[in-house]
C-alpha cells in the first residue's frame, strides 16, 4: 500500500520551482523506499517458509530474479510514454525539454502504482505462513488450516473439540545476548557481505556516463524523450543481455551447487570484472568505450546476479529462527544499502582525478575500480569464513535455534491429539513435517 501510494505521490510533485519539485519528489521517493524495504525481508520469507527444503533456494532465487523482469519492463514503459508523448507533441529536436515532458515523468513513475497495488491485494490474499502461525503466534490449528489452503489438500480431520497444549514462549528475544551467542555470527556474516556487495553493486554509475556518451546522441541534437527513450533503450539491452540471464543462471545454479560457493564465485569474477575495466582504464579503456567496454559493464552485472545479489537476498531467510526470520534479513538489508550510499556517493566523488563538474580532486577512476575489485575479494574471505551452507537443510537445522522452545512443544502437542480421526496421524505433527520437508 505504501508503495502503490508513494508513486502516486510521486507525480502529484506539483510545484512550481525546480526546488520544490525535487524536494517532494524526494519525499514520495524516500517513502517509496520504506515500502520496498519492507518488501524485501517479507518476501524472502514467506517464500522460505512455504518451499521445501531441496528447491527452497531455486525459489526463493525465482522470486529475487522477478527484479530482472521489472528493470524490462519499467524500462519498456518508458520507451512507450516517451515515444507516444513525442509524437503526440510534435516536440522538436531544438527544444530539448518540451511542455510535455514535464507530464511524461510524472506519468511514468504512477504507473508503477499498478504493480504495487496487484501486489497488495495479492499479498492480502495469502495464508500466513505455517512457521509463524505455530511458533510466533502459537496457533497451531490455525496454522493447521492454512497448510490446508496452500497446498489444497487435507492435512487431517481437524478434532476442535480437542485443547490444544500451548506452545512453549521464545526463550530470548532479539539482539539479547543469547540471540548474540547464537545467532550474532550469522547476522553478522549477512550484513557485512550484503554490505560490501551494494558498495560495488551500486558504483556502476561510475562508468554509466561513458556508455551513455558512447551510445546516446549528445543531448543538445534531440530532446528530453528521445534521449530518455535512448537511455529506457540501453537499460533494456543491458537487463536482456546480462541481468536476467545472471537472475536465472542463480535459480538453476542455488540448489545445485550452494549459497556459499557461489556467493564467493560471484564476488571473484566480479574482482576480475572490475580489475579487467579498472587497470587499462586511462590506457585504454577511458578512450575506447566500445563494445568492449559494453560487454563488462554487462557481466558486472550478470555476476553480481549469479551470485552475490541473489544469494545475500535468500541466507538471511533461511539462517534465522521464525520469529526473528525477517527482522534479521531486513537488518541484512539495510546494512546493504549503506553500503549502497558509500557506493553511489562516495565512489563517484573519489573516481575523479581533477576538479571537475563541482567534483573535488580524488584518487580517480583507475584507483577507485582497483579498490573495488579488492572489496569483492574481501566479500569472497568473509563468505569462506563465515557464512554457513543452507543448501539441501530445513529451516529448523539452520536457525539452531532452541529446541526446547520449538520441536518439544511440537511434539507435546503432537501426543496430546493421538484421538484424531486418523490413527496416528493429527494436525499438528503433520504441520510441522509439511513445513520441514
Known amino acids: 500500500m505504501l508503495m502503490s501510494l508513494s508513486s502516486l505521490g510521486c507525480g502529484f510533485s506539483v510545484c512550481r520551482s525546480r526546488v520544490c519539485v525535487l ?4 519525499f514520495f521517493r524516500f517513502l517509496l523506499g520504506l515500502g520496498i524495504g519492507g518488501d ?16 527452497r533456494g531455486a525459489f526463493i532465487a525465482a522470486v529475487f530474479s522477478m527484479q530482472g523482469f521489472g528493470i524490462l519492463a519499467s524500462s519498456v514503459v518508458t520507451m512507450i510514454v516517451c515515444k507516444a508523448f513525442d509524437r503526440a507533441s510534435g516536440a522538436d529536436a531544438a527544444d530539448p525539454t518540451p511542455q510535455s515532458a ?5 506519468v511514468i513513475l504512477m504507473l508503477g502504482a499498478i504493480p504495487a497495488a496487484l501486489t497488495c491485494y495479492w499479498r492480502m490474499m495469502m495464508p500466513e505462513t505455517a512457521r509463524y502461525t505455530a511458533l510466533v503466534e502459537q496457533n497451531v490449528l490455525q496454522a493447521a488450516k492454512d497448510m490446508e489452503k496452500v497446498l489444497d489438500v487435507s492435512l487431517s480431520q481437524i478434532a476442535e473439540d480437542h485443547p490444544i497444549p500451548p506452545l512453549a514462549p521464545p526463550s530470548y528475544p532479539l539482539l539479547s545476548r543469547q540471540f548474540f551467542r547464537r545467532h550474532g555470527q550469522d547476522l553478522l556474516s549477512c550484513a557485512i557481505t ?7 553493486f551500486y558504483s556502476s554509475n561510475l562508468f554509466q556516463s561513458k556508455i551513455y556518451k558512447r551510445f546516446i546522441p549528445d543531448k543538445f541534437k534531440v530532446n528530453a524523450f528521445e534521449a530518455a527513450l535512448e537511455v529506457a533503450k540501453l537499460q533494456a539491452i543491458v537487463a536482456a543481455y546480462s541481468t536476467i540471464p545472471g537472475y536465472w ?10 549459497r556459499v560457493k557461489i556467493q564467493m564465485m560471484g564476488f571473484l569474477f566480479m574482482a576480475a570484472v572490475y580489475f579487467a575495466i579498472g587497470i587499462p582504464y586511462y590506457s585504454h579503456w577511458d578512450h575506447h568505450t566500445d563494445r568492449g567496454f559494453m560487454f563488462l559493464y554487462g557481466l558486472t552485472f550478470f555476476f553480481a546476479n549469479l551470485g552475490p545479489n541473489t544469494t545475500t537476498f535468500i541466507v538471511p531467510a533461511e539462517l534465522f529462527p521464525a520469529r526473528f526470520r525477517s527482522t534479521c534479513h531486513g537488518l541484512s538489508g539495510a546494512a546493504g544499502k549503506l553500503g549502497a550510499m558509500v557506493g553511489s556517493v562516495g565512489f563517484l566523488w573519489a573516481s575523479h582525478k581533477k576538479k ?3 567534483y573535488p580532486k580524488a584518487i580517480g577512476m583507475m584507483v577507485s575500480l582497483v579498490i573495488l575489485g579488492g572489496v569483492c575479494i574481501v ?8 557464512t554457513p551452507e543452507t543448501k539441501g537443510r530445513s529451516l529448523e537445522e539452520n536457525e539452531n535455534d532452541d529446541e526446547e522452545a520449538t520441536e518439544m512443544s511440537l511434539l507435546r502437542c503432537s501426543r496430546s491429539h493421538n484421538s484424531t480421526t486418523r490413527p496416528g ?9 509439511a513445513s520441514s520437508a
Not at 40 to 55: Q, V
Not at 194 to 200: A, K, Q
Not at 425 to 433: I, T
Request: charged residues 15%; negative net charge.
Open 23 to 26: 524536494g517532494s519528489l524526494g
Open 40 to 55: 524485501y525481508p517479507l518476501s524472502a520469507t514467506i517464500m522460505s517458509e512455504f518451499a521445501n527444503k531441496m528447491t
Open 102 to 106: 514535464d507530464i511524461a515523468w510524472r
Open 194 to 200: 550484503w554490505f560490501l556487495l551494494d558498495i560495488v
Open 249 to 258: 543462471a542463480a535459480v538453476f545454479f542455488i540448489d545445485r551447487v550452494g
Open 356 to 358: 571537475e563538474e563541482g
Open 379 to 386: 566479500g569472497a574471505v568473509i563468505t569462506y569464513l563465515f
Open 425 to 433: 496421524s493429527n494436525h499438528c505433527s503433520e504441520v510441522a513435517a
